[in-house]
């Protein structure tokens, strides 16, 4: 109706920014300059840090969020999701200062987890303290939710020697989103520690010859980085990758092929 009505009034000549905001503000009865200001007008965007603070003794949870970013702050309103085990609720936050709070009780002797902005509305950056097990917690409960997986991805980069983080790597490689077994194979190729490389190179070879093209070719990029394998083993059909319709794959597999053997790999490349 805003867009109907902004076009309509400004039909045939020119139109600035404040035109626009006027027609929305016409339609809602509201007043839109705070999002103008904050998002049009003004560059930079918003840096959230999110702390957790357990106490078992009250029985509760409280969220502190700050705006870390520098100059003004904005107002922004998000929704989070509240998970208590298989339970996931979605609330309201208004954040509009500096700093903003929220206390959540616990269920049943079940700590709330918290997954903020739930519907990835915020063009900004989050940071937060979470463990390593709240991280897989919020995996798990993310399904349909890649970002989140992905930023559970990220933490879980940081430490792969912790059981929760591998949990996460495991449930990301056997994911049903292509674009998360990616991720977290680009998260395994940067991996030089062999013990890290040994535990899920049978992962990885597996994900060579099964799945798109995009996770073949990730997968083998993997093994190139990696250099474990040595010789073709009957997983690793090389004439075969190499002369896939994928030209990732193609690719991928020909620099695996190089790392084995170079007189093999400028044959089969010429």
């Known amino acids: 109706q805003s867009m109907k009505k902004y076009l309509t009034d400004n039909a045939l000549h020119s139109a600035e920014a404040t035109n626009w905001r006027l027609a929305v503000e016409a339609v809602t009865g509201q007043d839109w300059n705070w999002f103008f200001d904050q998002w049009y007008y003004r560059g930079g965007h918003p840096k959230l840090d999110i702390q957790y603070t357990y106490d078992d003794a009250a029985q509760k949870m409280t969220v502190a969020i700050a705006q870390i970013q520098p100059g003004a702050t904005y107002k922004l309103p998000l929704k989070s999701a509240i998970v208590y085990g298989n339970e996931k609720q979605v609330?309201?936050?208004?954040?509009?200062?500096?700093?903003?709070?929220?206390?959540?009780?616990?269920?049943?002797?079940?700590?709330?987890?918290?997954?903020?902005d739930i519907e990835h509305w915020l063009p900004g950056e989050i940071t937060e303290?979470?463990?390593?097990?709240?991280?897989?917690?919020?995996?798990?409960?993310?399904?349909?939710?890649?970002?989140?997986?992905?930023?559970?991805?990220?933490?879980?980069g940081n430490n792969l020697d912790d059981v929760s983080y591998q949990g996460i790597?495991?449930?990301?490689?056997?994911?049903?989103?292509?674009?998360?077994?990616?991720?977290?194979?680009?998260?395994?190729?940067?991996?030089?520690?062999?013990?890290?490389?040994?535990?899920?190179?049978?992962?990885?070879?597996?994900?060579?010859?099964?799945?798109s093209r995009k996770v073949r070719a990730a997968a083998i990029n993997v093994l190139v980085a990696w250099k474990t394998i040595t010789k073709p083993t009957p997983e690793i059909e090389l004439?075969?990758?190499?002369?896939?319709?994928?030209?990732?794959?193609?690719g991928a597999a020909l620099r695996l092929t190089n790392n084995i053997n170079k007189d093999t790999a400028y044959a089969y490349a010429k």
Do not use: C
């Open 91 to 116: 609330v309201d936050w208004a954040i509009a200062g500096k700093n903003t709070s929220y206390t959540y009780p616990y269920k049943n002797g079940v700590k709330p987890l918290v997954i903020p």
């Open 239 to 250: 004439y075969k990758w190499v002369n896939d319709s994928s030209y990732m794959v193609a």
């Open 129 to 156: 303290n979470k463990t390593p097990a709240d991280w897989l917690l919020a995996y798990k409960n993310s399904s349909d939710d890649v970002i989140t997986k992905f930023r559970a991805l990220i933490a879980a």
């Open 169 to 211: 790597i495991n449930l990301a490689l056997q994911d049903k989103h292509e674009e998360v077994k990616v991720r977290a194979l680009q998260l395994l190729q940067k991996q030089s520690v062999r013990k890290r490389q040994d535990k899920w190179q049978r992962d990885v070879v597996y994900l060579s010859t099964n799945g």
